[in-house]
């Protein structure tokens, strides 16, 4: 069956009309690219107090949303370009001397954390790792 496949295709392409034989390239004029009429929008990020139920057990969930931005894991500086903007978070806890990348598009959850206050900066940052927009919050893990 497969020999018999494998011979039809190579009949077709040998008697193929030669506008078969161009490539994709050839066949087809890339869509015209239309200009942004003025400049996008700075991007910007809201970040939600962490959901009070599960702070109470000790876990952190925390809601954000990102305007004029769209949160990929696509990092570069070719990616600099695209439209919509693509970016990710940097996420700093506690004034840490080191951050973690996060580039899920969803809620931020830390768990484990001591009892005690805490602080979050939570930065906006283009897929070259430049800071857009950042929000520091504020929380409390309760004694058990």
Excluded at 16 to 33: C, D, G, I, K, Q
Aim: aromatic residues 4%; charged residues 15%.
């Amino acid at each position: 069956m497969r020999a018999a496949v494998m011979g039809l295709l190579a009949a077709a392409a040998v008697s193929a009309s030669p506008a078969m034989a161009r490539s994709p390239n050839e066949l087809f004029e890339p869509a015209a690219v239309v200009p942004l009429a003025s400049e996008e929008p700075a991007p910007k990020i809201v970040v939600d107090a962490p959901l009070p139920g599960p702070l109470a057990q000790g876990l952190v969930v925390i809601r954000y949303r990102v305007e004029n931005l769209r949160i990929v894991p696509v990092f570069g500086p070719n990616a600099l370009d695209v439209s919509p903007r693509i970016g990710h978070l940097h996420v700093t806890l506690d004034d840490l001397p080191w951050h973690w990348v996060d580039a899920s598009g969803e809620p931020l959850v830390i768990q484990y954390l001591p009892s005690g206050p805490h602080k979050l900066l939570i930065e906006l940052a283009n897929a070259n790792h430049k800071v857009l927009d950042r929000r520091v919050i504020t929380f409390v893990i309760p004694s058990k």
